[in-house]
């Protein structure tokens, strides 16, 4: 099954406590786009400009993403500059060029509208709902957000929820959403607010799941070293995402399942800068690092 990802593409100058690389190949769209296409074509709605390296495009063409829907347009790449603190879920921005990012707009190659599963990835919400227009009954909508939508456009914000299967968001934008701290009644009250599904990110803490009245917990896959954490709930969605669509199996055991492969997902991006990891991993790697992610969390009745 083909899945679509609406979102930006970005060239990012990092700086993390592991060193530091100028002009890696960013924006959501881009991170899920490479992670989700190991499990089902992608196609990609996005805008680019014309410093943006042609050689990604092809690469990710060669991967089985659809980018007929990457507009290449006069001026520069969304750019954006940051540096990561000590505790690496600090991060201070130090340059943003929105460049042809400020007027994107997106428009569906009519070839995508059939899309059964959808991605609207961390964009305004006017976009995203501009986006939902032009798919004809998606099987599955999952969808992003962040601070600035929720407290600038909250009434776009709210309506945006109410057409959405899946939301998918950090503890901070839940408790923003909703005015409430605990995580539980938190994702109650998104619950009723329209998604039948929340994911809630928590970081090194793992992920939490929660539908009607289950929940789902996967903790954060331990690692030697993180390097770079750009990315990491970008590529968390695409492996959610892809698997969803790779099996077609909506049940609750198949909304575990690909959790699991989200995290796993989310815990390669950030071993390397920008999606340098993601692009030297092999089928055979994801379905290892799967089976010891399994292997945590198996707990003996």
């Not at 006017?126 to 992003?144: A, I, T, W």
Request: hydrophobic share 40%.
């Amino acid at each position: 099954m083909s899945l679509l990802v609406v979102g930006s593409v970005a060239l990012d100058t990092l700086e993390t406590p592991a060193g530091r690389a100028d002009d890696a190949v960013g924006g959501a769209a881009t991170y899920f786009a490479y992670a989700a296409s190991f499990f089902t074509p992608i196609r990609m709605v996005a805008a680019v400009g014309e410093d943006f390296p042609e050689e990604v495009l092809e690469d990710l063409e060669s991967r089985g993403v659809d980018v007929s829907g990457v507009e290449k347009r006069p001026g520069s790449t969304l750019r954006w500059s940051g540096r990561y603190h000590e505790e690496l879920n600090v991060r201070d921005t130090l340059h943003l060029d929105l460049g042809v990012f400020a007027d994107f707009d997106p428009s569906l190659p009519s070839s995508f509208a059939d899309s059964e599963y959808a991605f609207l990835a961390n964009i305004d919400p006017v976009l995203q709902s501009r986006v939902l227009d032009q798919l004809n009954g998606p099987k599955l909508v999952g969808c992003d957000t962040m601070n600035h939508w929720i407290q600038e456009s909250r009434p776009l914000v709210d309506a945006l929820l109410k057409r959405v299967d899946m939301l998918v968001v950090n503890d901070e934008e839940a408790e923003l959403l909703t005015g409430d701290r605990n995580v539980v009644k938190a994702a109650g009250k998104i619950l009723d607010s329209g998604p039948e599904r929340v994911l809630i990110k928590r970081g090194e803490y793992g992920v939490i799941e929660f539908s009607g009245n289950t929940v789902f917990a996967v903790p954060a896959y331990p690692l030697e070293e993180v390097r770079d954490p750009t990315g990491a709930g970008d590529c968390f969605a695409a492996g959610l995402m892809g698997e969803l669509a790779r099996s077609g199996d909506l049940s609750p055991q198949g909304l575990r399942r690909a959790i699991v492969y989200g995290s796993v997902m989310g815990s390669f991006v950030v071993e390397d800068f920008g999606p340098r990891r993601l692009q030297e991993l092999t089928a055979e790697m994801i379905d290892e690092r799967y089976q010891l992610f399994v292997s945590l969390t198996d707990i003996p009745r």
